[in-house]
């Protein structure tokens, strides 16, 4: 049976999932579906601060380390997912705990230990993730309150120099297609630009819902990013829907997934599709989203939806 795997490699394309390592670790058939669908893996939390540094001063890469050795004994990449975000924090990392000095100090060292550790072996790095609030203004998070908006530069610097080879990503969600978030976004490329700062993707989540609809610029959105001399990728897609599902839910998600594919395929420099994760059985939404699930395309029991059908053949 094919998989999604072959056809993306046919069409040159980089198709990931989200990894619960937990899982990998203890669920055979998982284990086995991660490596036959996908040539790309990203740690769904393993490689978080408050994973890596959960005591300051003590890294634990251990769980991180062995999703990375289960990439290239499959041959697949790895997405690094995040240096720089507002959540999952260590619970030592306080603004009572530390001056703004200190705390600049600590992102630094935080991002030059985590991308050295992983140097030439995780190939994107989500080097911030979410900084923006969906009206375009800057989300007010520990980096914004104490160093100011020129943390985005200082992170991209620093991790660049830890591993110049690596693709340097900004990350967010419901910044597919042209809003004012994704305006933010497109001032904020053209200013490091012009300060020669290295971003290297405009990284695009896609955790859509059915009952939100599908924004229909993505590629269009894409392309203004790409004109501005960026890649770009999915990272991050799901399409959720209240439960129950009915059939036209189940349309409604088929087009989801289908037309961020589509907005990906069309443009000329959208690297890869990543979905956050690929079965119902360890799905983030339904303990986030209440009432909501059914998000990804295969259901607790590992079973095709319609979902994976349409990726697979629109690939
Ligand atoms: C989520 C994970 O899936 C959960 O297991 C965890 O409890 C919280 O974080 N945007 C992101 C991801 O960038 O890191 C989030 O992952 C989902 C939303």
């Not at 049976?1 to 937990?22: E, F, K």
């Not at 990503?169 to 490329?189: C, F, I, M, P, T």
Request: include cysteine.
């Amino acid at each position: 049976d094919p998989g999604l795997r072959v056809a993306a490699d046919r069409a040159g394309l980089r198709i990931g999932t989200a990894v619960d390592t937990t899982a990998l670790a203890a669920d055979a058939p998982y284990r086995e579906a991660t490596a036959h669908e996908f040539n790309s893996v990203t740690p769904e939390n393993v490689m978080k601060w408050q994973l890596v540094e959960p005591v300051q001063g003590t890294y634990d890469w251990a769980a991180a380390d062995t999703l990375v050795d289960f990439a290239r004994a499959n041959g697949q990449k790895v997405r690094g997912h995040t240096l720089v975000w507002h959540s999952q924090n260590p619970s030592w990392l306080t603004e009572d705990a530390f001056t703004p000095a200190e705390l600049r100090a600590l992102l630094r060292k935080h991002i030059f230990d985590e991308v050295s550790h992983f140097k030439g072996r995780v190939y994107h790095w989500d080097v911030t993730n979410e900084i923006f609030n969906d009206d375009g203004t800057w989300r007010d998070t520990i980096w914004l309150r104490n160093l100011g908006p020129g943390y985005v530069a200082d992170a991209f610097r620093w991790a660049h120099q830890a591993d110049p080879r690596a693709k340097l990503y900004l990350n967010d969600y419901n910044n597919e297609g042209v809003n004012a978030k994704s305006d933010a976004y497109y001032r904020l490329v053209k200013e490091l630009k012009a300060q020669r700062v290295p971003v290297h993707g405009y990284g695009v989540q896609g955790h859509l819902a059915v009952q939100y609809g599908v924004p229909g610029d993505t590629l269009t959105n894409l392309r203004r990013f790409e004109a501005l001399g960026l890649e770009s990728a999915l990272t991050e897609v799901d399409v959720r829907m209240p439960l129950p599902t009915d059939p036209i839910k189940v349309q409604a998600q088929v087009s989801g997934f289908n037309t961020l594919l589509q907005a990906c395929l069309l443009a000329r420099r959208c690297v890869s599709y990543t979905l956050w994760g690929f079965t119902d059985r360890y799905s983030w939404v339904p303990s986030v989203f209440s009432g909501q699930g059914s998000a990804t395309p295969l259901d607790e029991n590992l079973v095709r939806k319609p979902a994976y059908y349409a990726l697979r053949d629109t690939l």
